[in-house]
């Protein structure tokens, strides 16, 4: 049993999410402000945050802050600042992920699933495994070309054969911006053929099935009218 | 009376008559003076009149010229027939004959003998002269020569009053064989037998009009006393009544200018002199040589002469009535611009402004001086003044030019747009500084109103960001107590619904929210732009592919045209993707189902142009300009899902980044166009 604090001034927001989160068997801890938050970090065994931005008293990066002075537990901040600058500036003070308002419930029970994977089963468990095998690896992506497996934050995804060449090509080149010709002609090992945008809806289809929210894709990028690249996370 | 002087019938009728009053008077005076010459003592038939005596006689004398001529000088006139009764013939050679006046000669006979060689020359060819000469007297009109006597029944030949008859005349030439003069020499030493022989040329000749003419006058001595002066009347009538009549139109006032009216006067009338006398000089060549044809082309030659004449005349007379004709001038118009330049230029003298003042004294005093000094011009030191003097203007001039430049330079940056301009007042002098100042006030005017209007901008979008802000929070709450309803098990089917409807117009509200932040933001420029090189094809591929399965939904087929070579530009890519993405939203939203969908991308002289078509569901009646602004969307009723910001954002988007975006509506058919610039 895990517990989630869930920080945010407006009261029903709040409710919804212990509601939805609660279904998933997690156990719910509700603040309405930045102080009330830390005085339950402080005096709780929290394995996760959800973090409003803007609250009274103590703002969210504030409240981040204090509590990354001591703790690494993931914090998810949850703000209805959509601005590119607001995401990044979040992602710097420390935040594990960013989710705009207004969300979709489902999409923020995977982000907080896939935090909770990465903090609690991952870590140190399979290092030792890496030396042996032919892994590829991105953040929580894996991608195992032995058994033709693909972890994302160590839950298996079923990709066909196609998808799963063109991921571990751009996985073991990750952080190259690769163009469809390229992609092309690396995968299928001989020249393009001219309407190519079959390889486009592989892609979409790869980012859909390994991405949380697929119009925001965290490891499979898209770099329009330049190519796809997959990020390099450590 | 009005009617008289607008009626176009009466004035053609007067143009038509009058040339032939005026040709009447002018045969009248002919006739009068013909009669004058030649009617006085009652002669009814042309051979009775001196004229024809003149010319017989003139005949004669001119053949034994010829003869004298063929004798002393070798001339050829005459060529030598077979000799008769040993005496030396010479026949009057007919091509001479036929370039010799062509009259009277056609109907007389001669025999001219050299009494000194006893050579004959004639104009008959017969085997006896001897008893022709005989018959010669019983001719009607006859006159011989001999030995000083005359022997003629021609009455004019007989009176003293013809000092020819017993002379000729010839031409002595000189050594190029050109006559230099003439002399007038007795008839000695030849005898002369002629006479007039009606029958000689038969027919209808030349000479026959002539004398039919002659005789006409002769029997109607009378008739020019009636004919002209009714014809004067009339001439003058008619020529009174055109000049009142010229001009005018009915149901106008004014006189009406035609082209020929608008020629200077002076070119007119040296058309006219020049025309006339070429055509008249003619026409009296034509009367002189008096056959048909050229009596017939006189009279022709005097019609166009009339027209010549009366085309200069009107256009006199309507220049007269319409105040023109002293304005007409050439010479006038000339003048006027030189005498209105002249005024102009002293009128700027009195002008007030102190630049005109300024600007005339300096160049007084550059005459002044400059002519003083070169009135002084022998003393060296004076030519080292002028050219100091010429170089110091020169300096002066120049440097109000620069000033000048730098002042257009900078209204220039101000049109442009630029608004960091600012002149250095202090560099400039007099109303240039003046300029300076004003020029510099418009600049910053410029630069303050766009600050004001950029930070009006910036707060408009903060507004709207915060105002956002604000609705997304209960937002949130909504959609996910609305989702929460939808996990309840609820039967009833009408909560049901209603839980649908919530749940579709709150996640339409969480759309309209960002779109309208981003609209506004791309609208008053408020994005950071981060340009890179992109490559079209690359673009299309990938954004054909993220909408292939909702094409495909809508088994709508995609029709691609692209050059076969790469295409690059310069644009942010998140941006370009988001008009893409925009416009083929659109369409997956108002497409016709199972229609085609066609993208072109045209290289275009600097510009990538993008087109993409594609046939709406729905009747679009609606201006493609309409349609760009915001919120508004094809189907007017605000159903369907959007927010009526795509457009907009689309063509904000691409204006940013320094393109062109048009949509075009033609029935069904929805077309837009890109046109981007090549790097």
Known sequence: MYNILVVDDDKEIVGAIEIYLKKEGYNILKAYNGEEALDIVNNNEIHLIILDIMMPKKDGLETLEEIRKSKTIPVILLSAKSEDYDKIGGLNSGADDYITKPFNPLELIARVNSSLRRYVSFGSLKKEEENNKKIYKTGGLEVDDDTKKVLVDGKEVKLTATEFNILKFLLANKGKVYSIPEIYENVWKEEGFGAENIIAVHIRHIREKIEINPKEPRYLKVIWGVGYKIEDIK | ?679
């Not at chain 2, 691609?560 to 690059?568: A, F, R």
């Not at chain 2, 002289?605 to 009646?621: A, E, G, Q, V």
Request: net charge negative.
């Open chain 2, 1 to 679: 009376m009005e009617n008289l002087r607008t009626s176009k019938a009466l004035k053609f009728v007067s143009y038509i008559l009058l040339p032939v009053f005026v040709l009447l008077i002018g045969l009248s005076i002919f006739h009068l003076a013909f009669l004058d010459e030649y009617g006085n003592n009652g002669a009814t038939k042309f051979i009775d009149t001196e004229m024809f005596a003149n010319e017989y006689v003139y005949y004669i004398t001119d053949n034994i010229a010829n003869a004298n001529d063929q004798k002393n000088n070798g001339a050829t006139m005459f060529m030598q027939l077979e000799d008769v009764d040993g005496n030396e013939i010479y026949y009057l050679n007919r091509d001479y004959m036929y370039n010799y006046y062509n009259g009277i000669n056609e109907y007389i006979d001669f025999i001219i003998i050299d009494e000194e060689t006893n050579a004959i020359y004639t104009n008959m060819r017969i085997s006896d002269y001897n008893s022709e000469i005989e018959n010669m007297k019983n001719a009607t009109k006859y006159w011989n020569y001999n030995n000083g006597n005359i022997e003629t029944n021609i009455e004019y030949i007989n009176n003293d009053n013809i000092k020819y008859n017993s002379t000729f005349q010839y031409a002595v030439l000189d050594e190029d064989g050109e006559a230099s003069y003439v002399v007038s020499k007795e008839i000695i030493g030849y005898t002369i037998y002629s006479r007039y022989n009606p029958d000689r040329t038969g027919g209808l000749t030349n000479y026959k009009i002539v004398e039919g003419i002659y005789e006409f006058c002769l029997n109607n001595k009378s008739l020019p006393l009636y004919v002209l002066p009714i014809s004067v009347i009339f001439t003058f009538a008619i020529a009174i009544y055109l000049c009142w009549a010229i001009g005018h139109e009915k149901g106008k006032d004014e006189i009406k200018l035609g082209y020929i009216d608008k020629i200077p006067y002076e070119i007119l009338f040296l058309a006219w002199a020049v025309l006339l006398t070429i055509f008249a000089s003619v026409a009296i060549q034509c009367i002189s040589i008096a056959n048909y044809i050229t009596l017939i082309f006189a009279v022709l030659l005097y019609f166009i002469c009339y027209i010549i004449c009366a085309v200069t005349a009107v256009s006199t007379i309507k220049r007269l009535k319409a105040r023109k004709f002293i304005k007409s001038f050439l010479t006038y118009k000339v003048g006027k611009w030189c005498f209105d330049k002249l005024k102009k230029l002293f009128d700027t003298l009195d002008e007030k402004t102190t630049e005109n003042k300024r600007l005339f004294w300096y160049y007084l005093l550059f005459i002044i001086v400059s002519v003083m000094l070169a009135c002084l011009f022998y003393t060296g030191i004076a030519i080292i003044l002028l050219i100091g003097f010429w170089v110091w203007s020169y300096y002066k001039l120049k440097k109000y030019i620069i000033g000048q430049e730098k002042i257009k330079n900078a209204l220039k940056d101000i049109y442009e747009g630029k608004n960091d301009v600012k002149l250095n007042e202090e560099e400039l002098t007099g109303v240039l500084k003046e300029m300076s100042v004003y020029v510099n006030d418009i600049a910053s005017g410029f630069s303050n109103a766009i600050q004001e209007s950029l930070k009006s901008e910036r707060l408009k979008t903060e507004l709207i960001t915060n105002v956002s802000h604000d609705i997304k929070t209960p937002l949130t709450s909504i959609i996910n107590y609305v989702d929460l309803l939808k996990k309840e098990n609820i039967q009833d089917e009408k909560v049901k619904e209603y839980i649908k409807i919530l749940d579709q117009k709150s996640q339409r509200l969480k759309k309209l929210t960002e779109d309208l932040v981003e609209a506004s933001k791309v609208s008053s420029g408020n994005v950071k732009l981060n340009i890179e090189s992109i490559d079209i094809k690359e673009l299309f591929n990938q954004t054909i592919g993220e909408f292939k399965d909702r094409f495909e939904q809508k088994d709508l087929k995609i029709e691609v045209q692209m050059p076969s070579e790469d295409i690059k530009i310069k644009a942010d890519s998140r941006y370009l993707y988001r008009i893409i993405e925009n416009l083929f939203s659109n369409i997956t939203k108002y497409a016709l189902d199972s229609s085609r969908v066609y993208i072109d991308v045209v290289e275009n002289n600097k510009y990538i142009n993008i087109s993409i078509k594609n046939i709406s569901k729905d009747k679009l009646n609606i201006s493609a300009d309409e349609l760009m602004q915001r919120f508004v969307r094809g189907d007017k009723s605000r159903y369907t899902e959007g927010s009526g910001l795509g457009l907009s954002i689309a063509k904000s988007l691409t204006e940013l980044q320094g393109g062109k975006f048009d949509i075009i509506i033609d029935g069904d058919l929805f077309k837009v166009e890109i046109d981007w610039p090549e790097i």
